[in-house]
């Protein structure tokens, strides 16, 4: 039996997701100690990591469409397994940074291989297991390309950061029917706003969600 509690944070490039997570994980760990897992996909382990690097890698353009969705869910498999399921597990409050809900958007609307496809693929590779709930930063996509070119390190600009902007307009359009169609898991934030309100919202939110470790002993 799983016993701890599992949060995603899904949006669409330049949505603010890392720069939120970085504000809020001092806050959180302050309170809540080894009770606490902030992960990310893909990634969040040796093995993970290293497809991340395959995945991501500016050089590696003749990447097939299906070949990159299989390689995000054998990640996340590895990830989960590795990972995740440990820690939900000892009881832990797991915040991952990307998760299913990713490559359906990305892979499935974005590259137009299928969005019921990739869930199919990724329902096997997790063997359905989903978060609890899922936080998500809605931004549009020109907005999110925008903040790329403004904020990011040219050295963290991966493959996908480069693709057009037709294909970030097909990401969030799948983003939000994921949205739609999952109105009990799935929570929007309006990641137009300034970050310390998009922060405010998502402590909040959280606290929330998962209340009882917040709660004093």
Do not use: W
């Amino acid at each position: 039996m799983l016993q701890g509690m599992f949060i995603t944070i899904e949006g669409p490039d330049g949505a603010g997701k890392t720069s939120v997570l970085n504000k809020v994980l001092p806050i959180f760990s302050k309170e809540l100690g080894d009770k606490l897992l902030i992960t990310r996909e893909p990634g969040g382990n040796k093995i993970s990591e290293q497809v991340r690097n395959v995945i991501l890698d500016r050089n590696n353009t003749d990447m097939d469409y299906r070949t990159e969705a299989l390689l995000y869910a054998a990640a996340r498999r590895q990830h989960l397994v590795e990972t995740i399921l440990p820690a939900l597990k000892a009881g832990k409050l797991v915040l991952c940074d990307r998760y299913v809900d990713s490559s359906v958007a990305y892979q499935g609307a974005g590259r137009e291989i299928g969005m019921p496809e990739v869930f199919n693929m990724n329902t096997f590779a997790t063997q359905n297991i989903m978060p609890n709930k899922t936080i998500y930063f809605d931004v549009p996509a020109e907005v999110g390309l925008q903040r790329i070119a403004k904020y990011r390190d040219a050295k963290n600009v991966d493959r996908l950061d480069v693709e057009t902007t037709a294909f970030h307009k097909r990401v969030n359009e799948g983003y939000k029917q994921i949205a739609a169609r999952n109105p009990s898991r799935i929570i929007v934030i309006d990641a137009t706003q300034p970050l310390n309100k998009v922060v405010d919202q998502t402590v909040e939110i959280v606290k929330k969600i998962a209340g009882n470790y917040f709660k004093e002993p």
